[in-house]
């Protein structure tokens, strides 16, 4: 069976989810997954996984949802292989980083990584000083751009959260490493569970960076 996500902006009140569970029944649709992204306001940002026998179905099951009272339908798009799970990407995406054993690579599976557990279209690591982008995946902005977006971004109140910038690029600074991850999806908001994600694969990412960088200065010193 085809399975399709649905970004829905719902109602933060009980019973809400079970409306449009509801609706999800009465198209013959079976939902079988739901990512809470944000929460704030008396509203809640959910991704709904959703089972549905005929893909010809999906305009009806945005119909039917969006009938539910309070529910607005952001974005709906097939789910390509396996269903995402965040939890477990998030834990599969740190013992990759761990296995590691030299800087270079590490920064390469870091932008992959974030790349695909972020659903983005691309990604870059930047050097915060010289603006230089150490690694990219997918067709990312140009240098210069990026190392304007970092030099505005890194200097707001906000950057600490990761929440500076256009809502369709986050980013997350390794400080003991000096650079920048950076991501960017066409016309997709980042949520804030997806930015808090971010912030804590770029800690890890920069445990990592500090414990490589430190055998190879070990190394140096006694060759």
Known sequence: MPTFVLRLWLPDRPGALGA??????????????????ERGGGRAIDELAVELPEERLVPLLVSEVGQV???????????NGPLPDPRLDALET????????????????????AQRDFASDWAAVVDLDGGNVLVST???????WLAAFLAG??????AANGDAGPEDVAFAVLPAAGIALVLGRDGKTFRARERRQLLALARVAGHCWGELSSKAASTLATA
Do not use: N, Y
């Open 20 to 37: 449009v569970a509801s609706r999800i029944g009465a198209v013959r649709g079976d939902l079988v997954g739901i990512d809470i992204l």
């Open 69 to 79: 009272d309070g529910v607005d339908v952001e974005e709906v798009r097939p789910a």
């Open 94 to 113: 740190a013992a990759v980083l761990v296995e590691q054993t030299g800087v270079v690579d590490l920064l390469e599976v870091l932008a992959d990584e």
């Open 138 to 144: 997918g067709e990312s902005p140009e240098p210069v």
């Open 153 to 158: 971004s890194t200097s707001s109140t906000t």
